[in-house]
């Protein structure tokens, strides 16, 4: 089982900037993939982005073309956490903002492809 705790959202005005941080505990191993997703009022959940990592090497990063140039996801293996800088927020961005874990190494944007899910941060931008 793996645990996934985010933190780090809020509200801010649009053009600020909050990161996102997601905790991961219990069998994560060394090779994974995690991702954020957001779910705003009334809508699917969707795709943000994605980093890997094979065990030797990785990091590999892929974005959504709406967060594109304003997000940044990373991780650090030491601290087993991944984070999400969000910079040039627009009112757009306010949705629950989750992270999702897998083993298996890959691009992964969609929902069913993960097996473990945080509960969910908040995060509201105002105009």
């Known amino acids: 089982q793996v645990q996934l705790v985010e933190s780090g959202g809020g509200l801010m005005q649009a053009g600020g900037s909050l990161r996102l941080s997601c905790a991961a505990s219990g069998r994560t191993g060394s090779m994974y993939t995690m991702g954020w997703f957001r779910q705003a009022p009334g809508k699917e959940r969707e795709f943000v982005a994605v980093i890997m990592w094979n065990g030797t090497n990785g990091g590999y990063q892929y974005y959504a073309d709406s967060v594109k140039g304003r997000f940044t996801i990373s991780r650090d293996n030491a601290k087993n956490t991944m984070y999400l800088q969000m910079n040039s927020l627009k009112p757009e961005d306010t949705a629950v903002y989750y992270c999702?874990?897998?083993?298996?190494?890959?691009?992964?944007?969609?929902?069913?492809?993960?097996?473990?899910w945080g509960q969910g941060t908040q995060v509201t931008v105002s105009s």
């Open positions: 999702a874990f897998d083993r298996s190494v890959a691009v992964k944007t969609t929902t069913s492809a993960y097996d473990y």
